[in-house]
Nanobody, 122 residues
Framework: VQLQASGGGLVQAGGSLRLSCVAS????????IGWFRQAPGKEREAVAS????????YYQDSVKGRFTISRDNAKNPVYLQMNSLKPEDTAVYYC????????????????WGQGTLVTVSS
């Protein structure tokens, strides 16, 4: 299984970015895709996740109402639309596959992609 995250960049506070996660090699559809982030000097934290089949979702409280996780009907990719970005959203964002629930627990995800850097300037 391979996951490829993309879409990061530099944006001003209040701006938007859309991250994409393309997964290959998944042989079943009862899984979840999660977005995590890690800021410098901080632990990795869950941002949002979605189950592929039922599209159940999880959001961290600090991103509710600003971020939206979704998936393309044609299997790939999974998107993370990030609006009203804040400087505290600055981090390396990773996508991961696991499941079967939309969990915030990183131990339930067993495949990780490389990160994409999001920098929000004030």
């Amino acid at each position: 299984v391979q996951l490829q995250a993309s879409g990061g960049g530099l944006v001003q506070a209040g701006g938007s970015l859309r991250l994409s996660c393309v997964a290959s090699g998944l042989s079943f559809d009862d899984y979840a895709i999660g977005w995590f982030r890690q800021a410098p000097g901080k632990e990795r934290e869950a941002v949002a996740s979605i189950t592929w089949r039922r599209q159940d979702t999880y959001y961290q409280d600090s991103v509710k109402g600003r971020f939206t996780i979704s998936r393309d009907n044609a299997k790939n990719p999974v998107y993370l639309q990030m609006n009203s970005l804040k400087p505290e959203d600055t981090a390396v964002y990773y996508c991961a596959s696991g499941g079967p629930t939309a969990s915030s627990n990183s131990s339930t995800y067993n495949n990780w992609g490389q990160g994409t850097l999001v920098t929000v300037s004030s």
